[in-house]
């Protein structure tokens, strides 16, 4: 059991814009605001969109956006396009480790 | 250019050893601190390891502690990961990735990554 919940699917149109959720199992798990989002298209290496809850990657479309709100974390996709479809991951720094969430695949239909 | 590559990957016995190796260039390897990633076959991504640009402090997750250890030689731009009694549950695609701080507790977001080793552990 992960310290990090996401949904394992969501579906989302062209256009369109979708949160995806991080959800902590308890509190420290975000203590030190050290969130981060990755996309991962299989057979790739997973992608960086987000860091430090917020913060883009130079160059990254800003598209992607990061936000927190007590124990969840979020990540906003707008203008979905076929190329998002993938699954995305969080993570989170606490107590000198680093932990993933389980992963939420995201469909664009 | 960041450039990344993992090397020594194999099939090994449960209770066996195996070191992997993770090379890297187009940076200034001693700034950041390094770890490792693994995806078992059909499961998501887990942390393993990492340790600081100067080597002195090393992370471990709790499946592996005591069994894994990191090390890193500057001077070759490399990381290490000598895993110790293998279990079938370590069977992974190892992926080194290069952390966006000297030490992991300062970003611990992982903006490169290498294509990753894959590790088989059975009888």
């Known amino acids: 059991q992960s310290a990090l919940t996401q949904p394992a699917s969501v579906t989302g149109s062209p256009g369109q814009s979708i949160t995806l959720s991080c959800t902590a199992s308890t509190e420290h798990v975000f203590t030190y605001n050290l969130i981060s989002w990755y996309r991962h298209h299989p057979g790739k290496v997973p992608k960086l969109l987000i860091y430090?809850?917020?913060k883009r990657p130079s160059g990254l479309s800003d598209r992607f956006s990061g936000s927190k709100s007590g124990n969840a974390a979020f990540l906003t996709i707008s203008g979905l396009q076929a190329d998002d479809e993938a699954v995305y991951y969080c993570s989170s720094y606490t107590r000198s480790t680093l932990v993933f969430g389980g992963g939420t695949t995201l469909t664009v239909l | 250019e960041v450039y990344i590559l993992e090397s020594g990957g194999v099939l090994v016995q449960p209770g066996g050893s195996l070191r992997l190796s993770c090379a890297a260039s187009g940076f200034t390897f001693g700034n950041y601190a390094m770890s490792w990633v693994r995806q078992a076959p059909g499961k998501g991504l887990e942390w393993v390891s990492a340790i600081s640009g100067g080597g002195s402090t090393t992370y471990y997750a709790d499946s592996v502690k005591g069994r894994f250890t990191i090390s890193r030689d500057n001077s070759n731009n490399t990381v290490f990961l000598q895993m110790d009694n293998l279990r079938a549950a370590d069977t992974a695609v190892y992926h080194c990735?290069?952390?966006?701080?000297?030490?992991?507790?300062?970003?611990?977001?992982?903006?490169?990554w290498g294509p990753g080793t894959p590790v088989t552990v059975s009888s």
């Open positions: 990735a290069r952390d966006g701080g000297i030490v992991l507790m300062e970003r611990a977001s992982f903006e490169f």
């Open positions: 430090d809850v917020t």
